[in-house]
Structure formats: structure tokens, C-alpha cells
């Protein structure tokens, strides 16, 4: 069984960083593709990041693309999202979430999910 496990959140002023670790287990992932989501209250649970377990391209959702990096450790199953310049509008659940193949933007196309970790940017 696939497990998922995000750390790394909590409270920041605007303007400070953050990097979110998201511990893999269960499986070989090397065909797997990682991404990020997010959910801010009251609305839908977006793409964030996402990149394909062995390295490559990685994909961004517009509004953090220059700010936001994904990265993997394939010898710790471990992948990252290092926020910069965050913005009370980053505040949110961040998730991470594992799907076969290649990275999409559809949270439906996602098999695994982890807890999700709280993000909080303060202004």
C-alpha cells in the first residue's frame, strides 16, 4: 500500500519561505509522477506543482511559477516544494499526491493522496 506523508508547513509573514517534504513508501516509484495540490477554505482542491519521480520537466500552476520549486530524492522517496515570496494568497492545505505515468492537472487522475499539511502566510 502506498503511503504519502507531507511535513513542513505552518505560519510565515509574507515575503518568507517554506519547503514541504512529502515521504513516499510502498511502492517503486520510479514510474510515477509526484504533484502538489493545494485547498484553501471553501474552495476546490487545485494543482500547485508536479514533476515525474525520475527527474525532468516540472509543471506549475501560474500563479507560483518563478516562486514555487519541486524536487525529488530518489534515494529518500522524498519530494519537496520550496516555496519563496510566499503570499497570504498561497495560504491554504497543501497536499501531495502520486499517480502513474506522467504528471497531469487533474486531481482526479491522482491515486494516492497524503494528509495535506497547513500553510499559513500572514500579511
Known amino acids: 500500500q502506498v503511503q504519502l506523508v507531507e511535513s513542513g508547513g505552518g505560519l510565515v509573514q509574507a515575503g518568507g519561505s517554506l519547503r514541504l517534504s512529502c515521504a513516499a513508501s510502498g511502492r517503486t516509484f520510479s514510474r510515477y509522477a509526484m504533484g502538489w495540490f493545494r485547498q484553501a477554505p471553501g474552495k476546490e482542491r487545485v494543482f500547485v506543482a508536479g514533476t515525474n519521480w525520475r527527474g525532468g520537466n516540472a509543471y506549475y500552476t501560474d500563479s507560483v511559477r518563478g516562486r514555487f520549486t519541486i524536487s525529488g530524492d530518489n534515494a529518500k522517496n522524498t519530494v519537496y516544494l520550496q516555496m519563496n515570496s510566499l503570499k497570504p494568497e498561497d495560504t491554504a492545505v497543501y497536499y501531495c499526491?502520486?499517480?502513474?505515468?506522467?504528471?497531469?492537472?487533474?486531481?482526479?487522475?491522482?491515486?494516492?493522496w497524503g494528509q495535506g499539511t497547513q500553510v499559513t502566510v500572514s500579511s
Open positions: 499526491a502520486a499517480k502513474r505515468e506522467v504528471v497531469t492537472f487533474d486531481k482526479f487522475d491522482y491515486d494516492y
